[in-house]
């Protein structure tokens, strides 16, 4: 496959509260954000000219940037205006959208009080995650663990806990999985690298208690989505020894929306119709406009 580079392609980038040529927004090298991790992200999607839940995703940004210590220096309206106006610049109604706030340049060392903070948002296009959607992807075990949330910010979206979904994620890839489940530092099921994971009990929908991973946004709204369906939903610490019982698995999150899962590690699962109604309604919802979208989950 040939790569497309991100730093080599036409369009604007909002950088710092302006719209750049996209090749044009670059960062010094000796940037706190690169070297201590002192930066944190959004994923957002938009559908036919809607950001889903935009404000949520740049409430989100606010507070990730408030764990790791650091205000971003604007208001969520004018980040909010921001995404959208990106997306105008580069012609696009249907997108990923990329917000990232860092510290900069000014302190090279662990402690960067005095740092400046940037703010860059970025829209590409990027279709379904997953080609053949019901078909189900093939999780393996990862071996790393997500870590208690006294050893990290963990309902950050912080960029320094990908380190451990990237190195699960590429053990996975070498291993001709297409993404890895993470277990927590008690052994207890928590996420895929980058979505969060629902199985079917005896037809209740199970997800495990967000406590020391990201509570997605779209974790919460497929959650809704089962609760108007009459699907008791149930949030639990769950184990491993537990999945050989799940009738149905699936993955959900910005990029992934919602993707069944037809194997765990050699236990293999057959997407099945609470899964099918999800996915379902999950793209409906998303097309919306965001008042019928609040107004579909209100009801
Ligand atoms: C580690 C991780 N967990 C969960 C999610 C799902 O979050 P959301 O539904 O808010 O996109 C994501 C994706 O953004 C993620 O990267």
């Given amino acids: 496959m040939a790569l497309f580079p991100f730093d080599d392609r036409d369009g604007f980038i909002w950088f710092d509260g302006a719209l750049v040529p996209w090749r044009d927004a670059k960062l010094h090298v000796l940037s706190h954000g690169l070297h201590y991790a002192s930066a944190i992200f959004e994923g957002e999607r938009s559908y036919a000219g809607n950001i889903f839940k935009l404000t949520e995703h740049t409430e989100r940004l606010f507070n990730s940037a408030r764990l790791l210590g650091f205000e971003i220096p604007y208001t969520t309206q004018e980040i909010d205006d921001a ?20 510290r900069g340049s000014e302190m090279m060392a662990v402690a960067a ?5 940037h703010v860059a948002i970025a829209t590409w ?46 053990a996975a890839e070498s291993k001709g999985y297409q993404d890895a489940l993470m277990l927590d530092w008690r052994g207890r099921v928590a996420e895929a690298t980058g979505a969060n994971i629902f199985f079917v009990f005896d037809g209740e929908l199970h997800t495990p208690t967000p406590d020391c991973f990201l509570d997605g946004i779209t974790r919460r709204t497929v959650m809704q989505l089962a609760r108007r369906n009459q699907i008791k939903v149930v949030e639990r610490p769950i184990m491993p020894d537990e ?25 293999m699962f057959t997407p099945g119709a609470i899964t099918e109604t999800l996915l379902d309604d999950y793209e409906k919802l998303v097309r919306m406009t965001p008042e019928d979208a609040a107004k579909r989950l209100a009801a």
């Fill in 83 to 102: 995404c959208q106006q990106v997306l105008a610049a580069n012609g696009q109604v249907d997108a990923y959208v990329r917000p990232v706030a860092w």
């Fill in 113 to 117: 009080q005095q740092s400046k903070i």
């Fill in 125 to 170: 296009a990027w279709p379904a995650m997953f080609a053949d959607r019901m078909a189900g992807i093939r999780l393996d075990m990862a071996t790393w663990k997500r870590p208690h949330p006294e050893t990290a910010p963990t309902a950050s979206k912080a960029a320094g806990l990908y380190m451990i979904g990237t190195l699960s994620k590429h």
């Fill in 243 to 267: 999945l050989s019982r799940a009738a149905e698995v699936l993955i959900v999150g910005t990029g992934a929306e919602v993707t069944p899962v037809r194997e765990i590690a050699g236990q």
